[in-house]
């Protein structure tokens, strides 16, 4: 199917949903090692107490997202030079080969040290391809919808992610129901592994149908020198170092808010709250359902009064509440309690996840929109959002736990000073001058 035929309303449908898919099978890769370490913690880390053990399998989730700032910058180059969907297509390729990979290691026991090498390994390529995935998919939906309605549609890929999250929570309930504690930890951790590879296969066949975005195909259309040499260079994207800077500031406070209250959440409840294993997957699993189905709301709201407003609600709320929430987490007596507590915690992250994308691709030219919103982004997820489960590991084992509920609330605090001083991208949207082109 030609990309660059006429784009009609329903191809344009068809398209974003082919998009989004591609980015839920993207997003149950990256998140079912999380959702099974629990598990496989042992078979490439014998001995050790638990928490040891953990801190070992956060790490290595930590390692790939060391990746993802060079899958930014690679796939974000590629896309704004060979084409949107082209970079969509070669990132599910590397997810699909890195679950393979450690779907089929075997554990420390059999080959010694060459087994969490290869996890490792298999970690980079992951982290690779959500490095990019990220920023491509980010300015794939942003430039597909109209801009009436961009908001709403881009904070699909909120959607899709969470529900990529919940997948892998579901997958992980129901393996608990059909096997045993022992033959999880020998083998049962590998079965979602091998559903994401084969998975990635039927994204690949969808978005083989997605059409080239008009803010791309009017970009290539422009034959001059000039434009030519500013697609996807670094040397172009640094004549905009507001608009990085900025990236930078409104991603800190969100992203490490999101790895806390979606990824780390589920080790949280049952380390330290107490809660099992099965009811901690509950708890994480139901509030990251509600939490889905805001993410359209709330991106919808952003195109009645504006993306400013409603990252600055996230801010404050979020400043004034971790602390609280955190600490009265750690304490609770019931799943129903936790459940109440991280709902409260994942509607206030809402203003942030809706509509994160949307603003940071309304930031850059066309020219450098998919290497700009990817690269400063996955930097500073790296740094921020991958190191969230060892840091609070770390305070964990150091006996200040505490610590760590603070080093959340001054990231959200930072965040917000970069949200009151930013411009309202919705009124003052670089992808809106596409047009103009």
């Known amino acids: ?17 082919s998009g989004s898919v591609g980015n839920l099978v993207e997003w149950y890769d990256w998140y079912v090692y999380a959702a099974f370490s629990l598990y496989f913690a042992e078979v490439f880390f014998p001995g050790g107490d638990r928490t040891s053990q953990l801190l070992k399998t ?44 450690i779907a089929l290691t075997p554990g420390y026991a059999s080959i010694g040290v060459f087994a969490p090498l290869l996890l490792v390994l298999a970690r980079l390529l992951q982290g690779l391809s959500v490095g990019g995935e990220y920023g491509t998919s980010a300015t794939y939906l942003s430039e597909m919808a109209s801009r009436e309605h961009r908001g709403f549609w881009s904070s699909f890929q909120y959607v899709t992610l969470v529900m990529g999250h919940l997948l892998a929570l579901a997958v992980l309930l129901v393996l608990q129901q ?44 422009d034959t ?26 409104l991603t800190m406070g969100g992203t490490l808010a999101f790895y806390t209250y979606t990824t780390y959440v589920h080790k949280f409840l049952v380390n330290s709250a107490g809660l099992s294993s099965q009811a901690a997957a509950l708890v994480n699993a139901s509030t990251l359902f509600v939490f889905m189905l805001l993410q359209p709301l709330v991106g919808a709201l952003s195109d009645r009064i ?3 407003p409603v990252l600055i609600a996230f801010g404050v709320l979020g400043t004034l509440l971790t602390v609280p929430i955190l600490s009265r987490l750690q304490e609770v007596g019931s799943a129903t309690q936790a459940f109440w507590l991280v709902l409260l915690a994942l509607v206030v992250l809402s203003g942030y996840t809706a509509i994160n994308a949307v603003v940071k691709a309304e930031l850059f030219p066309v020219e450098v929109r998919a290497l700009g919103v990817g ?40 965040s917000l000073v970069v949200y009151v001083l930013m411009p309202d991208t919705r009124r003052h949207s670089r992808i809106d001058m596409d047009h103009a082109r």
Do not use: N
């Open 224 to 249: 001059s020198a000039a434009h030519q040499q500013r697609q996807g260079t670094m040397r172009a994207l640094l004549r905009h170092p507001r608009a990085l800077l900025t990236v930078v500031g």
């Open 1 to 17: 199917m030609d990309p660059h035929r006429e784009l009609t309303p329903a191809r344009r449908l068809r398209s974003i949903f």
């Open 375 to 414: 690269l400063p982004y996955a930097l500073t997820v790296a740094l921020f959002g991958g190191t969230a489960e060892y840091v609070a590991l770390w305070f964990k084992r150091a006996g200040m736990e505490s610590g760590f509920y603070w080093y959340v609330t001054a990231c959200i605090a930072i």
């Open 58 to 101: 956060a790490a290595i989730f930590a390692v790939g997202f060391l990746m993802r700032p060079l899958g930014g910058w690679l796939l974000g180059r590629y896309a704004d030079r060979h084409g949107r969907r082209a970079a969509l297509l070669l990132s599910v390729w590397m997810m699909c080969g890195g679950s393979l990979v």
């Open 306 to 308: 504006g993306r400013r």
């Open 178 to 221: 059909v096997l045993d504690a022992d033959q999880l930890r020998e083998w049962g951790w590998r079965i979602p592994f091998a559903i994401g590879a084969l998975a990635a296969l039927v994204a690949l066949w969808l978005r083989r149908t997605m059409a080239e975005t008009e803010s791309f195909v009017r970009s290539e259309a």
